[in-house]
């Protein structure tokens, strides 16, 4: 091998990031080295940085630097609305596609005994406190209608028993322009069991 | 936007990456602070010791973070052949797909005089020294044929000119198991331009 080990070792090491294989990552370390190495150790730092600052937002468990992310701390969000979602990014998603100006709750994981994932990893007690705290009016339940997140949900709406908060939870079906032929069957039958009236 | 800024920091960071966009940076980045801090810390950490440390082998130019890359200083390699390549990826792949034993030497680059590169960014003179030195036997011009590397390659030829170095260029053709339909015209009128008997 005509590398030093430092290179190999920084090739391994981007072997870490999802969809990065070794010739990419090989690429990625030759294009640094001999093109960008001040983005590269930008990246360095920030990597650093971030791997130490960013923990989870008291109140929301989403990601963030501060102690409360900026959703939660914005007085121009809709309190009386609260989303509740599994991970971080499901509210970028969210975000950008949708005018939802209401607040989050991030799961982080959806319910799964069997890998070690009950209520506590969940954050469910502090969600059952959200929901019977008086302020939220709907809860929107945006989680992946998956077995375990359909678990995940029941659990959620016995969570919300007692308290005055309306529960609903995003559609799912065939997608927007979705070719029904192309569509796997598990959607098209939950498509068709959920069919409504015109 | 419900990311923190040093978030949105990384996010932007990571696409310094070739081939990295914005999709892929965010879910680098959400599975290292949900699943491997630990990787991530590494990565970052690897990243700025290697763009600080890392540097040219003085002898052969490729990327090294000795004064003098293991090929180069291996007692094992034949030194009276010189393979010259473009860039230091150029050397790993020779390395991984034939059994060439000798050393090489890394230009950087090819001749381009528009772009602000000629003969002393491409260490043509340390190359001429090499040829002129009287260990090298046989230099082996791994250029691509473009029309920059077959200047590059005459230039290195005139260089080799009065030394007793018998100059070689890897041949360039049709791969192996290419369909002619799908190769290229430029590639495929090389190949009948340079026919040899059978």
Same mark, same amino acid.
């Given at each position: 091998?005509? %590398?030093?080990?430092?290179?190999?070792?920084?090739?391994?090491?981007?072997?870490?990031?999802?969809?990065?294989?070794?010739?990419?990552?090989?690429?990625?370390?030759?294009?640094?080295?001999?093109?960008?190495?001040?983005?590269?150790?930008?990246?360095?730092?920030?990597?650093?940085?971030?791997?130490?600052?960013?923990?989870?937002?008291?109140?929301?468990?989403?990601?963030?630097?501060? %102690?409360?992310?900026?959703?939660?701390?914005?007085?121009?969000?809709?309190?009386?609305?609260?989303?509740?979602?599994?991970?971080?990014?499901?509210?970028?998603?969210? %975000?950008?596609?949708?005018?939802? $100006?209401?607040?989050?709750?991030?799961?982080?994981? $959806?319910?799964?005994?069997?890998?070690?994932?009950?209520?506590?990893?969940?954050?469910?007690?502090?969600?059952?406190? $959200?929901?019977?705290? +008086?302020?939220?009016?709907?809860?929107?339940?945006?989680?992946?209608?998956?077995?375990?997140?359909?678990?995940?949900?029941?659990?959620?709406?016995?969570?919300?028993?007692?308290?005055?908060?309306?529960?609903?939870?995003?559609?799912?079906?065939?997608?927007?322009?979705?070719?029904?032929?192309?569509?796997?069957?598990?959607?098209?039958?939950?498509?068709?069991? +959920?069919?409504?009236?015109?």
């Amino acid at each position: 091998m005509s %590398e030093s080990d430092l290179l190999q070792r920084l090739v391994e090491a981007l072997r870490c990031l999802p969809g990065v294989g070794p010739k990419s990552a090989q690429r990625m370390v030759f294009h640094l080295l001999e093109h960008d190495r001040d983005a590269g150790r930008y990246l360095g730092q920030v990597m650093l940085d971030a791997m130490e600052r960013i923990g989870h937002c008291r109140v929301c468990r989403t990601l963030t630097e501060r %102690e409360i992310c900026s959703i939660c701390a914005s007085a121009s969000r809709d309190a009386s609305l609260l989303c509740v979602v599994e991970q971080p990014s499901d509210i970028t998603a969210i %975000e950008q596609a949708t005018d939802y $100006r209401g607040r989050y709750f991030v799961l982080g994981g $959806r319910l799964s005994p069997l890998d070690g994932v009950g209520p506590e990893e969940l954050g469910l007690e502090t969600l059952r406190e $959200r929901l019977h705290g +008086g302020e939220v009016r709907e809860a929107i339940l945006a989680i992946s209608p998956t077995v375990e997140g359909t678990a995940t949900a029941h659990y959620i709406s016995d969570l919300a028993a007692g308290s005055r908060v309306s529960l609903t939870r995003i559609a799912h079906g065939v997608p927007l322009g979705g070719e029904l032929e192309f569509v796997d069957g598990g959607t098209l039958a939950h498509a068709f069991a +959920g069919r409504h009236g015109l």
